[in-house]
């Protein structure tokens, strides 16, 4: 399969489309659909050309993803808003200043979505996300799929 790629980390299976991301040493994380097609339908690029180490989805936001790289930045994703820039902007959030020391290189999410772990080697960091980005408006499944049908990157079965 394809998502068995070396470099790959896969995410969680989310919603009734079951999207799913991965991220790799590519400088992306992909979006990908199996029920839709074999390739990616989407592929996120680290504005800086670092490797994007993780990517998780929310556990409570349908649409939202956080993404840690080996430059020390996160990034947080709502892709019912926009599939081309992260809410963090092109920059993301420098959580590890010493990049040449420390790469973010896991993400993790606290089970009511309000809080992100973030390894870099032997440190953990904590974020606490403010109510606007952590909880979800109620439509952001159909918008996402929506947009990705809009798009033509999935059609209706």
Same mark, same amino acid.
């Given at each position: 399969?394809?998502?068995?790629?070396? %470099?790959?980390?896969?995410?969680?299976?989310?919603?009734?489309?079951?999207?799913?991301?991965?991220? %790799?040493?590519?400088?992306?994380?992909?979006?990908?659909? =199996?029920?839709?097609?074999?390739?990616?339908?989407?592929?996120?690029?680290?504005?800086?050309?670092?490797?994007?180490?993780?990517?998780?989805?929310?556990?409570?936001? =349908?649409?939202?993803?956080?993404?840690?790289?080996?430059?020390?930045?996160? %990034?947080?994703?709502?892709?019912?808003?926009?599939?081309?820039? =992260?809410?963090?902007?092109?920059? %993301?959030?420098?959580?590890?200043?010493?990049?040449?020391?420390?790469?973010?290189?896991?993400?993790?999410?606290?089970?009511?979505?309000?809080?992100?772990?973030?390894?870099?080697?032997?440190?953990?960091?904590?974020?606490?996300?403010?109510?606007?980005?952590?909880?979800?408006?109620?439509?952001?499944?159909?918008?996402?799929?929506?947009?990705?049908?809009?798009?033509?990157?999935?059609?209706?079965?």
């Amino acid at each position: 399969s394809s998502l068995r790629t070396a %470099g790959l980390s896969k995410g969680f299976l989310r919603g009734s489309g079951g999207l799913i991301l991965t991220s %790799g040493v590519d400088w992306t994380v992909k979006l990908w659909s =199996p029920a839709y097609s074999d390739a990616p339908l989407v592929s996120f690029v680290s504005h800086s050309y670092d490797y994007m180490c993780d990517a998780k989805w929310s556990p409570v936001h =349908p649409s939202l993803f956080a993404t840690s790289s080996s430059n020390g930045t996160v %990034g947080l994703w709502n892709i019912s808003k926009s599939m081309e820039e =992260p809410l963090t902007g092109k920059d %993301g959030i420098l959580v590890e200043p010493n990049v040449g020391e420390r790469a973010l290189n896991k993400v993790q999410w606290s089970n009511d979505g309000r809080r992100l772990a973030v390894a870099s080697g032997d440190l953990l960091h904590v974020l606490n996300l403010t109510e606007d980005i952590a909880r979800p408006k109620g439509d952001e499944d159909k918008t996402t799929m929506n947009q990705l049908l809009a798009r033509g990157l999935v059609t209706r079965q």
